[in-house]
Every structure is written in structure tokens, then in C-alpha cells.
């Protein structure tokens, strides 16, 4: 029996070999690694390619939401202790920089129908402390709405994307990623957008916040050994941008093979005991994962690796359930911890094929 991965790295990057091949050596034989020409490409393809004036790249997703933040920090929009309004339900990274920048998070429940943000529950979170909004695009589907638009500009707050999930999803003709003030990006191997190792990247259309994050992520000097900031040292190398560039490429064409399979699953799954969460405009979701909801997870998780079929669960334990942030322990989010429970993630790729869809589809209505 041929096992169906859940995610076949090797396949999604062997579709590009050459290309892939080609830009590595070319890096390795020009004897320049970092801060280099294949950054600047990638930079302003990447900005391009959002719809933003400008990219900063780093090493990582994280490193990206940290460094916007503290931009915004060392510029005066944010200060510390400040509350950011954020879902519940996001990968903890989201968390991780708000708390590492010495702001709150303030947790705000999903909808249950689309597993994002429940914009009808973020105006009764908002206080005088409040000063911003991360939207996470969470599974690759767009969570913006024209209700959190007007929130926005009724209290005065900075609009953030985490798009470490959402790369070329778009909303009313723009991309996620250049909806707001700033926006963090991901290009860890398994997202939408993946390099052969860590990388990430801020875009705004604020050449200020842009520059300010540059030196924040130069050692926070703009001029060789001058430091203007308490900064790190976050890079995005010449190999991974190399090969970020070679994907950047191909990226709309991978996109349209994972809605490809979306569809077949949406148009076949008819099991009453599984839900499939409110897709909405197609151009609006990516499709990173293929999210459902099923109150016998775990069952249909051990059903399905029988049949040698690869599923992941995103995510086991909700941010404020777990033992870092003990603090918020005691909360009650009952529509978090539902999705946590009930969330499985059924195989999409852009190398996945419609029979092995079939074979999931199949498989996934026999589950009694
Ligand atoms: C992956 C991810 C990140 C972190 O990105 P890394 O590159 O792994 O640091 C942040 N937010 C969300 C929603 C993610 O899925």
C-alpha cells in the first residue's frame, strides 16, 4: 500500500530541481553569501509580488513579527505595554512576539464556521491601552473583513498581517500582506512560499518603519559600527533567497494546484460527522492546510494512518493552554479549545494528485 504524506517536501521542491540546482551553484561558485544581490532581488520581486513599496527580509517568520514590532516600538507607534488584539487560535509564534516586544496580547475567540478571527468579538476587547490588531491569516484563508477595517480606523489602531500562512491570497484585488500598516511574512520549507531552510521578511509601504527594521536586524546599526539600536541578527541568506526567487516564480502555479485539490475534497466529503470549514472566495484562500472539523479527531486520525493515510493537527494546545504562558492558563475560550480538539488536516500539495485525493475523499466518507 503507497502511503499518501502528508506533505512531500521532497517532491514539491524536486519539481523545480534544475532551476533550484542552478541558482544554489551559482551562489556557492560567486563567493558572496550574505546581504548580496540574490536578496535584493528577492526583496523587491517579494514587494513587488505583495503589492507593498517595501520588503525587509531576516532569518525567520518569527524573527520577522518581532522585528515589526519593535520597529514600531523604536518609531513611536507602539509602546511597551501596550495591548494587541490577536486570535486565539494562532500558532504561537504570533504570541511569542507580542510577549518577546513586552506587549499584551489580548485574545480574541475565532468564528467556529471559518476557524479566523470573530471580528463581532473584537470590539468588546478593546480598551484605552488597546493599540493595534494582528490579523493571522490562519490555514491560508483571508481573515480581513470590512468590520475590522472600520475598528481599525474607529479606534485608531495598526492594522499587522501575520501572512506566515497566506502567501498570494488575495482580498477585494490585493494581496494579503498589504492590507495593513505591516505585515510578517514565513518561508519555512512547509509553507505556501518555502525555502530550503528558515526565512522571513517584513513588507510595508513605510520606508521609515522599513529602514528602522533594517538596522533592527543588522545589529540595529545603519552605519558599519555605529549602533543606533539594541538590534540582532536576523539574515536571509543568498542560498535560501536564491531559491526563494527560483519558487517566487512558480508560486501562482502551486497555489492554483493546491486549490485544484481543495475543490476535489470541498465537491466530495459528504460525511455528516465532518465539517468542512466556510471556504468564500476561492482567491481568497491558498490553502496551506486543508482544515476540518470532527467531534472524533482522534478516531479519524488512527482510522486514516491505517489506511496509510498522513494527516497533522493544527494545533494540539491552544497558546494561552500552554506551560510558557502560564499566566493566561485559566482563561476560558471555549471555541478556541473546540478547534483544538476537533481540528484535523487532511494532505495538500501542489504535488498531490487527484487520485490520491480520491483515495483520502474515500476513505474519509467510509469513516463511520
Ligand atoms: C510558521 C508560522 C510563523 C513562524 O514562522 P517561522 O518562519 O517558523 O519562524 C508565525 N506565524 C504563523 C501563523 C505561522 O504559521
Redesign the pocket.
Not at 480606523?153 to 497566506?166: G, M, V
Not at 481568497?284 to 476540518?292: A, E, G, T
Given at each position: 500500500m503507497e502511503r499518501i504524506k502528508f506533505l512531500d517536501l521532497q517532491k514539491v521542491n524536486n519539481k523545480y530541481a534544475d532551476e533550484i540546482h542552478t541558482a544554489a551553484i551559482k551562489v556557492i561558485d560567486s563567493g558572496w553569501y550574505l546581504n548580496g544581490q540574490s536578496v535584493s532581488r528577492f526583496e523587491s520581486d517579494y514587494s513587488n509580488y505583495i503589492g507593498t513599496k517595501c520588503c525587509v527580509s531576516c532569518a525567520?517568520?518569527?524573527d520577522a513579527?518581532i522585528l515589526m514590532l519593535k520597529g514600531c516600538i523604536e518609531t513611536g507607534r507602539l509602546s511597551v505595554g501596550d495591548e494587541v488584539i490577536v486570535p486565539a487560535n494562532?500558532?504561537i509564534?504570533?504570541i511569542l512576539a507580542i510577549t518577546e516586544c513586552g506587549l499584551k496580547p489580548v485574545f480574541v475567540e475565532p468564528s467556529i464556521d471559518t476557524l479566523q478571527i470573530d471580528d463581532t468579538k473584537i470590539e468588546n476587547s478593546i480598551t484605552s491601552r488597546t493599540k493595534a490588531i494582528i490579523l493571522?491569516h490562519?490555514y491560508g484563508k483571508c481573515a480581513m473583513t470590512d468590520k475590522i477595517s472600520q475598528l481599525c480606523s474607529k479606534y485608531n489602531l495598526l492594522l499587522f498581517e501575520?501572512n506566515?500562512?497566506s502567501h498570494g491570497c488575495i482580498h477585494k484585488g490585493k494581496k494579503t500582506g498589504s492590507l495593513g500598516y505591516a505585515a510578517a511574512h514565513?518561508f519555512?520549507p512547509g509553507?505556501v512560499l518555502g525555502a530550503l531552510g528558515?526565512g522571513?521578511a517584513v513588507t510595508t509601504d513605510d520606508n521609515d518603519l522599513a529602514s528602522v527594521i533594517r538596522s533592527l536586524a543588522n545589529y540595529g546599526s545603519q552605519k558599519k559600527y555605529v549602533f543606533k539600536y539594541q538590534g540582532r541578527n536576523s539574515r536571509l541568506d543568498e542560498m535560501q533567497a536564491a531559491i526563494l526567487n527560483v519558487k517566487l516564480h512558480h508560486l501562482d502555479e502551486d497555489i492554483m494546484l493546491r486549490r485544484q485539490i481543495a475543490r476535489y475534497y470541498i465537491d466530495n466529503i459528504n460525511n455528516s460527522d465532518i465539517l468542512i470549514p466556510e471556504i468564500g472566495d476561492m482567491n481568497s484562500h491558498v490553502f496551506h492546510l486543508f482544515p476540518i472539523l470532527t467531534s472524533r479527531r482522534d478516531a479519524l486520525q488512527h482510522y486514516l494512518s491505517d489506511k496509510g493515510i498522513e494527516t497533522a493537527i493544527h494545533y494540539p494546545i491552544p497558546p494561552h493552554k500552554q506551560e510558557c504562558y502560564c499566566e493566561w492558563n485559566a482563561l476560558s475560550l471555549p471555541v478556541t479549545e473546540q478547534i483544538h480538539l476537533q481540528e484535523l488536516s487532511l494532505p495538500i500539495s501542489p504535488v498531490m494528485t487527484i487520485d490520491e485525493a480520491a483515495i483520502v475523499v474515500n476513505a474519509v466518507n467510509n469513516f463511520k
Amino acid at each position: 500500500m503507497e502511503r499518501i504524506k502528508f506533505l512531500d517536501l521532497q517532491k514539491v521542491n524536486n519539481k523545480y530541481a534544475d532551476e533550484i540546482h542552478t541558482a544554489a551553484i551559482k551562489v556557492i561558485d560567486s563567493g558572496w553569501y550574505l546581504n548580496g544581490q540574490s536578496v535584493s532581488r528577492f526583496e523587491s520581486d517579494y514587494s513587488n509580488y505583495i503589492g507593498t513599496k517595501c520588503c525587509v527580509s531576516c532569518a525567520s517568520g518569527l524573527d520577522a513579527l518581532i522585528l515589526m514590532l519593535k520597529g514600531c516600538i523604536e518609531t513611536g507607534r507602539l509602546s511597551v505595554g501596550d495591548e494587541v488584539i490577536v486570535p486565539a487560535n494562532t500558532f504561537i509564534a504570533t504570541i511569542l512576539a507580542i510577549t518577546e516586544c513586552g506587549l499584551k496580547p489580548v485574545f480574541v475567540e475565532p468564528s467556529i464556521d471559518t476557524l479566523q478571527i470573530d471580528d463581532t468579538k473584537i470590539e468588546n476587547s478593546i480598551t484605552s491601552r488597546t493599540k493595534a490588531i494582528i490579523l493571522v491569516h490562519l490555514y491560508g484563508k483571508c481573515a480581513m473583513t470590512d468590520k475590522i477595517s472600520q475598528l481599525c480606523s474607529k479606534y485608531n489602531l495598526l492594522l499587522f498581517e501575520d501572512n506566515a500562512q497566506s502567501h498570494g491570497c488575495i482580498h477585494k484585488g490585493k494581496k494579503t500582506g498589504s492590507l495593513g500598516y505591516a505585515a510578517a511574512h514565513s518561508f519555512y520549507p512547509g509553507k505556501v512560499l518555502g525555502a530550503l531552510g528558515d526565512g522571513g521578511a517584513v513588507t510595508t509601504d513605510d520606508n521609515d518603519l522599513a529602514s528602522v527594521i533594517r538596522s533592527l536586524a543588522n545589529y540595529g546599526s545603519q552605519k558599519k559600527y555605529v549602533f543606533k539600536y539594541q538590534g540582532r541578527n536576523s539574515r536571509l541568506d543568498e542560498m535560501q533567497a536564491a531559491i526563494l526567487n527560483v519558487k517566487l516564480h512558480h508560486l501562482d502555479e502551486d497555489i492554483m494546484l493546491r486549490r485544484q485539490i481543495a475543490r476535489y475534497y470541498i465537491d466530495n466529503i459528504n460525511n455528516s460527522d465532518i465539517l468542512i470549514p466556510e471556504i468564500g472566495d476561492m482567491n481568497s484562500h491558498v490553502f496551506h492546510l486543508f482544515p476540518i472539523l470532527t467531534s472524533r479527531r482522534d478516531a479519524l486520525q488512527h482510522y486514516l494512518s491505517d489506511k496509510g493515510i498522513e494527516t497533522a493537527i493544527h494545533y494540539p494546545i491552544p497558546p494561552h493552554k500552554q506551560e510558557c504562558y502560564c499566566e493566561w492558563n485559566a482563561l476560558s475560550l471555549p471555541v478556541t479549545e473546540q478547534i483544538h480538539l476537533q481540528e484535523l488536516s487532511l494532505p495538500i500539495s501542489p504535488v498531490m494528485t487527484i487520485d490520491e485525493a480520491a483515495i483520502v475523499v474515500n476513505a474519509v466518507n467510509n469513516f463511520k
